[in-house]
């Protein structure tokens, strides 16, 4: 999801604002190096598979907790909220659903792209003014749409996890073009 605030002037950007490229550079890297990973591992459930399976909503919920903590009283405080809890019952649904299969998976997966994605278009739409958030908003929209294949996938004879590959890299495209927006905007406030 995201990190700041709003200032409430137009054009301007607080000082928790700096932390948000930095967040989103981190969550890129991340998404990518997990994606890597995913795609190796998720023909089958093993041991590492679901551990990356769980590390990923998780990862989440971390993110969500540092962005929190620096966006400020003005913040989506709520909504950061809301994400966090979303994030970790998904880890715990995706630890339990391995026990049933690569299906149950996929339907704990895409429930969670389709919430998750919904909060991170409502946090993208309140930053929108921050700049850099088109992308974030795009990314959101996506995850719904995502979310709800990955549900239908689960209903079809070959149900795979590389699709999760696929969701978390372009979901790390969307974080970098982001950080790189609100980083350009940033220096030329400086």
Do not use: C
Not at 111 to 123: D, E, K, R, S, Y
């Amino acid at each position: 999801m995201s990190t700041s605030v709003e200032t409430g002037h137009s054009g301007t950007l607080s000082a928790p604002t700096h932390a948000l490229p930095k967040l989103y550079f981190f969550r890129f890297g991340f998404a990518i190096g997990w994606a890597v990973l995913v795609a190796l591992t998720a023909t089958t459930l093993t041991a590492a598979s679901i551990a990356l399976l769980v590390i990923y909503p998780l990862f989440d919920v971390v993110a969500a907790a540092v962005d929190h903590r620096t966006s400020g009283a003005n913040g989506p405080r709520v909504l950061l909220y809301v994400n966090m809890a979303l994030s970790l019952l998904t880890a715990v649904g995706v630890a339990v659903a391995a026990t049933s299969g690569i299906p149950e998976i996929l339907r704990v997966w895409g429930a969670w792209a389709i919430t998750a994605g919904l909060v991170q278009l409502f946090v993208a739409v309140r930053r929108y003014r921050l700049g850099g958030q088109w992308a974030m908003i795009l990314s959101g929209g996506i995850s719904t749409f995502a979310g709800t294949g990955f549900i239908l996938m689960a209903a079809g004879p070959k149900a795979s996890l590389t699709g999760l590959a696929g969701y978390a890299t372009l979901g790390g495209i969307f974080f970098l073009i982001s950080a790189l927006r609100l980083r350009q905007r940033a220096g030329k406030v400086d």
